[in-house]
């Protein structure tokens, strides 16, 4: 947020699903994830921030979701249970804490109830490195004959 | 795969969280994620692909979880629910698939049964287009005087 900032920070998506829908809803009445994507377009979006709708997060039974992501170098976070009708302030809230941080990391006490509760997954920046691991081979493998790949070691026959 | 890429693909991640655990599995035990993430450094990676371990990816009640990703122009998934001893293959041969995608979307049938069954969550590429959005107001809003946005409508006076 300085005068002369180092990198031009990459657009802030707020990506909902606009088909998934709650277990025993009418398949008739529109999605809840579509009743929020259409209040988030017609919002005030904070600065950087847009809105895309998609059909389907494959995370149906979190109806309704939302994904937010800024570009490789920030966090991207999953949220569900969401409620078009009690949740889109928070959500253009916390869409604007996250869009003034360059890394996506926006302190958990600044976050809105909904975005520390309802957090179904969050994915680390692309840069982030690996902890150090400490490569093993898997026990069940059958391959002490030899080591070429091109055995099949653990084909099965259909019987 | 062809002898003219019309573009360089990105590296594919394997982005396995190590810390993560099953609700009444030994605290002291070595985490499974941490065990899978060992034992995909330790395979033979398939051409593209790397393995990336992080302290939590905030899906802790479906341990072991992973996320796959490929750049921005490729799907992401998010798994759950796996076991080193069971899916290392699997998560393997899923990898490679998608490596071989230039838009990370592997046909369904294709998939290995984990990546089938245990989706968390998919994220589109970031070049894909918003659904056709109706921009509406949120009705919870109280701006029945005036439309300018200016005006804080919904400001609360605390009493």
Redesign the interface.
Known sequence: MGDTPSQSPEPV?L?VC?TCRQTGSDPEAMRPGR?L???L????LPEGVT?????????CSRSC?L?L?GG?ARW???YGDLD??AH??DILAGAAAYAATEDGFVPWRERPVVFRKQ??????P?S?????????????RRDTANDT?DTPA?ELTQD
């Open positions: 998506v990506t606009t009743i994507a259409d209040r377009a017609g919002s005030a809105v895309r709708g998609v059909e389907c997060l494959s995370a979701t994904h992501s490789p991207s976070y999953i078009p009708d889109l302030e957090s179904i997954a969050r994915i680390p692309v982030m490195p690996s902890v150090a691991l400490t490569p093993t081979p898997a026990p069940e790949p653990t």
